[in-house]
C-alpha cells in the first residue's frame, strides 16, 4: 500500500507560483555554484574560474573592518557575543542612514539583503491580478516576487537605440501605460541593473509625479547608487520623500560597500503607516548584531567608497577602450561597475558557452525585450581579471 500524498496541494496559491512561474535572472536558487565551478575545471582542464557574473566589488570592503572582528576578540567573549540576540532597533545605523539621506532615522526599515526587501514590498501591496510595471530590462526579482502574489507585469520596453536608457519617449510610453492599464505598483532600479545606466533626478521626480496623480505607487530600488553618489553624501531619490508618501527607496551594503556576505539592505519611507506594515512582513531580527556593526563602520569611512568609485571609473574606461577596439564585440555603457555586451554574430547562449571554455563565467539578461537577447551582463573586475576576459572574448 502507497501512503504517499500529493503534498503539493498543501502549498498556497503564492507557493505554487513560485515553483511554476519562474522568472530567469542571474542566479538560480537550485545552482550549486561549487560544483559547477569544479566541472568546469574539471572539463576543461583549467587552474581557475574568473567571475564576471555576480555584480559585486571585486576591492572589497574598508580594510579596518577587520579591526571589529579584532575587538571582538579582545574585548569580548566571543560565545557570549554570538548568543545575544541582536538590537531589535539598531538606533544608531538608523540615525547615521538618516543622517545620509537627510530623512528622520524614524523612516529607515532594515532587511536580510534588498532580496527580502523586495519580497516584503510585494508581500505588503499586491495580491491577484494587481498591475506593476517593470522596464525591459531590469532586475529580474521585481518580476518574480510581483507574480509569487499573482500579480501582472506591464513591461516598459528600453530601447537599444537609446542604449537601453530613459528618454522622453520612454517617459511619454510610460504616462500611456499609467493612463490606460492603471498598474498599482512601479519599480525601478536607479541605477539600472543590468544595463547601469542612471535615471537623471530630473527624470525620477517626474515620474514620481505622475505616479502619484495616477493614485500608483513607486518602488527605487538604489542597489548601485553608491557608484555614482557624490562624495561623503547620496544622489538619491530619497530627497523626494519629503514630497511624496507614495514612494520607497531602497538601498544595500552589498555591492559599493563590499559586504554582500553580511546580508544589510535598507528601505526608506516618509509613511508611518507603510513602515508598520512593511514590518509586519518581515522578521523580529532580520540582521545579526555582528552585520549591523560592521555596517555602522562603513558609514564612519566613507571615504572608502571614493576609493571604490575612482578604483572602478580607472579600470573601465581602461577596458571599455579595448572592448571598442574588438570589431565583433558591441557593448552598453554604464555609469556603474556592471556592462551589457554583446557578439554581433553569436546569441548570449553561444557567446556564455565560449567564455565559460576560457573559465570565464557571465550573466545572461533576462527580460521580454527581443533587443536582450544577444546581451550577456558581466562585472567589471581587476586589471589582471579584464585583461584575461578581452583574452577569451577576443578569440570569438
Not at 510610453?173 to 492599464?181: A, H, N, P, R, S
Not at 552589498?254 to 522578521?283: C, E, P, Q, V, W
Not at 578604483?311 to 557593448?331: A, C, G, P, Q, Y
Not at 556603474?336 to 558557452?353: G, Q
Request: aromatic letters at 12%; one cysteine or more; hydrophobic letters at 35%.
Amino acid at each position: 500500500m502507497n501512503n504517499n500524498i500529493r503534498t503539493h496541494t498543501f502549498f498556497n496559491l503564492g507557493t505554487q507560483r513560485a515553483l511554476y512561474e519562474k522568472v530567469d535572472g542571474y542566479i538560480n536558487k537550485e545552482f550549486y555554484i561549487k560544483e559547477y565551478i569544479e566541472d568546469i575545471k574539471n572539463k576543461y582542464k583549467l587552474d581557475r574560474i574568473y567571475r564576471f557574473d555576480m555584480g559585486q566589488n571585486n576591492d572589497g570592503c574598508y580594510t579596518g573592518i577587520s579591526s571589529i572582528i579584532e575587538r571582538i576578540l579582545k574585548n569580548n567573549d566571543i560565545s557570549d557575543y554570538i548568543k545575544k540576540y541582536p538590537e531589535f532597533v539598531c538606533r544608531n545605523l538608523r540615525k547615521k542612514i538618516g543622517n545620509l539621506h537627510e530623512v528622520s532615522a524614524e523612516w529607515v526599515l532594515f532587511s536580510a539583503g534588498l532580496e527580502q526587501m523586495i519580497s516584503m514590498v510585494a508581500s505588503t501591496f499586491l495580491e491577484l491580478n494587481d498591475r506593476v510595471l517593470v522596464t525591459s530590462p531590469t532586475f529580474f526579482l521585481f518580476e518574480e516576487y510581483s507574480k509569487r502574489m499573482g500579480a501582472i507585469p506591464i513591461y516598459l520596453p528600453l530601447h537599444e537605440n537609446q542604449d537601453f536608457s530613459w528618454t522622453i519617449d520612454t517617459f511619454n510610453e510610460y504616462k500611456e501605460i499609467l493612463d490606460k492599464l492603471h498598474p498599482k505598483l512601479i519599480w525601478i532600479a536607479n541605477p539600472n541593473n543590468p544595463t547601469g545606466k542612471v535615471i537623471s533626478k530630473d527624470m525620477i521626480s517626474n515620474i514620481v509625479k505622475i505616479a502619484t496623480e495616477h493614485y500608483a505607487f513607486v518602488i527605487i530600488d538604489e542597489a548601485y547608487g553608491e557608484y555614482t553618489d557624490p562624495q561623503n553624501k547620496v544622489n538619491s531619490a530619497s530627497s523626494l520623500l519629503h514630497d511624496y508618501n507614495n514612494l520607497i527607496v531602497l538601498r544595500t551594503f552589498s555591492k559599493a560597500y563590499g559586504l554582500a556576505n553580511l546580508r544589510i539592505g535598507y528601505a526608506l519611507m516618509s509613511d508611518l503607516d507603510i513602515f508598520k506594515a512593511m514590518r509586519i512582513h518581515s522578521t523580529n531580527f532580520p540582521i545579526t548584531q555582528f552585520s549591523f556593526d560592521i555596517a555602522e563602520m562603513a558609514l564612519n569611512n566613507l571615504s572608502h567608497l571614493e576609493e571604490v568609485r575612482f578604483k572602478n571609473r580607472v579600470r573601465k574606461e581602461k577596458f571599455v577602450t579595448e572592448l571598442e577596439k574588438i570589431n565583433t564585440i558591441s557593448f552598453i555603457k554604464s555609469d556603474t561597475n556592471i556592462l551589457m555586451v554583446k557578439h554581433n554574430s553569436m546569441t548570449s547562449n553561444e557567446l556564455m558557452s565560449h567564455l565559460e571554455k576560457k573559465g570565464i563565467i557571465t550573466s545572461k539578461v533576462p527580460g521580454e525585450n527581443d533587443e536582450l537577447k544577444s546581451y550577456i551582463r558581466i562585472t567589471v573586475g581587476n586589471d589582471e581579471d579584464n585583461n584575461y576576459f578581452l583574452q577569451g572574448i577576443k578569440c570569438t
